[in-house]
């Protein structure tokens, strides 16, 4: 099975439309920044995903990493929203809390034909020589450290659909911190919700 890599396409706009971890989140007008349940500190957003006819955002608190169960979906240390991709302006950052990585980075798309994630990712790193090139990857099947895990819809309790993993960064002076693991995207286009969770 081909996997579609995000792969570092340089920098970008801290505002762009298109693929980026960093910057700033496009939001309903109405858009309240998430907070974490368990520090109450701002969180700080990682990621615009656009896909056909939704924008995910996805944030994670970074106030006090290891302590706000990040690793969960429903730990309150993390939250992905689903939004319709037109009537979306700029939020509004909150003064206090790690709101935002270091660098606004693009992305762009490349399939590798291999089976599994990580496979697929080495291919890539081996032939561009920059392993931290590979930002994650849209669909395909999750390369779980932990598969029971896999999150049920708050709102359905249907098993929710993988959408993409993260990586921490291309850089790691700039990058989030997923404890040197990967971050899953997970959505229920149905009940209009998302989830995010890290597993080291």
């Known amino acids: ?3 579609t890599l995000m792969v570092y396409d340089g920098t970008t706009d801290a505002t762009s ?3 980026r971890t960093g910057g700033l989140p496009l939001a309903p ?25 939704v924008v ?11 302590r706000c169960a990040q690793w969960e979906a429903f730990g309150g240390g993390n939250r992905a929203f689903l939004f319709p991709p037109d ?4 939020a509004t950052v909150p003064e206090a809390g790690e709101t935002r990585l270091g660098a ?4 762009r798309t490349e399939v590798v034909d291999e089976d599994a994630y990580d496979d697929a990712r080495g291919v890539y790193g081996a032939r561009v ?22 999150p049920s819809c708050p709102r359905c309790a249907r098993r929710m ?19 040197g693991g990967l971050g899953y995207v997970l959505t229920c286009a149905p009940c209009t919700r998302a989830v995010f969770l890290t597993q080291g």
């Open 29 to 53: 007008a109405d858009f309240d920044w998430p907070r974490c349940d368990t520090c109450r500190g701002a969180m700080q957003f990682l990621a615009h995903l656009p896909f056909d006819d």
């Open 1 to 3: 099975m081909a996997h």
């Open 87 to 90: 009537g979306l302006v700029p």
């Open 104 to 107: 606004v980075t693009a992305i």
């Open 129 to 150: 020589g920059r392993g931290r090139a590979v930002l994650g990857s849209w669909g395909g099947e999750p390369d779980w450290y932990d598969a029971d895990g896999w």
């Open 56 to 66: 995910v955002a996805v944030f994670s608190c970074a106030n006090e990493p290891g």
């Open 161 to 179: 659909d993988f959408t993409a993993h993260l990586e921490e960064g291309y850089e790691r002076r700039t990058a989030a911190d997923f404890g």
């Open 17 to 19: 439309a298109g693929p």
